[in-house]
T-cell receptor, first 114, second 113 residues
Framework: RKEVEQDPGPFNVPEGATVAFNCTYS??????FFWYRQDCRKEPKLLMS???SGNEDGRFTAQLNRASQYISLLIRDSKLSDSATYLC???????????????FGKGTKLSVKP | DGGITQSPKYLFRKEGQNVTLSCEQN?????MYWYRQDPGQGLRLIYY???????QKGDIAEGYSVSREKKESFPLTVTSAQKNPTAFYLC????????????FGQGTRLTVV
């Protein structure tokens, strides 16, 4: 089983739609969780951290369910500028092995159409 | 402003040449990472370093080498042993394991000519 799994998409949605991304992780030692956004041929940039209580930043809402080892990202009222790849990232407390402590999902591609 | 800087942005390598990619950070972060990203693919870990003068191999270390002589710097050398080096290379740094986010440099696009 892969450490962090995401639906690769692509998700093709119209402007104004609500879209949800899911991510599951396998390592119960996972300490903190993040969603990054990566535009084509650019570096990943932090979108938001994910907390057990859930957190919201404008049109974006992130949720963490530790019991189910599941992270989600909800985007409301999609804009054309939201088109990008969204990476789920897990930060383990302990380094180890050839993956280090930062575990990335392969990303979910979102394309918002007019 | 603090940040992480990679250079050059674009790099061309001839077959059989070694090239070195630079990564510098002034965030006072202990941990630094090198990733490779191929078109349409996820990030794959090449090497990482938790502290000065120490580093560990990632999933795809063969054909690469690194050094960590200073906290701020983590250069990556792509050697001639790396048979398919054309890719987008990303450097990242992290304050501490467990509870902080990683910061990325702008990336270096390496092409073999």
């Amino acid at each position: 089983r892969k450490e962090v799994e995401q639906d690769p998409g692509p998700f093709n949605v119209p402007e104004g739609a609500t879209v949800a991304f899911n991510c599951t992780y396998s390592n119960s030692a996972s300490q903190s969780f993040f969603w990054y956004r990566q535009d084509c041929r650019k570096e990943p940039k932090l979108l938001m951290s994910v907390y057990s209580s859930g957190n919201e930043d404008g049109r974006f809402t992130a949720q963490l369910n530790r019991a189910s080892q599941y992270i989600s990202l909800l985007i409301r009222d999609s804009k054309l500028s939201d088109s990008a790849t969204y990476l789920c990232v897990v930060n383990l407390m302990n380094y180890g092995g050839s993956q280090g402590n930062l575990i990335f999902g392969k990303g979910t591609k979102l394309s918002v159409k007019p | 402003d603090g940040g992480i800087t990679q250079s050059p942005k674009y790099l061309f390598r001839k077959e059989g040449q070694n090239v070195t990619l630079s990564c510098e950070q002034n965030l006072n972060h202990d941990a630094m990472y090198w990733y490779r990203q191929d078109p349409g693919q996820g990030l794959r870990l090449i090497y990482y370093s938790q502290i000065v003068n120490d580093f560990q191999k990632g999933d795809i270390a063969e054909g690469y080498s690194v050094s960590r002589e200073k906290k701020e710097s983590f250069p990556l050398t792509v050697t001639s042993a790396q048979k398919n080096p054309t890719a987008f290379y990303l450097c990242a740094s992290l304050l501490a394991p467990g509870d902080t986010e990683a910061f990325f440099g702008q990336g270096t696009r390496l092409t073999v000519v």
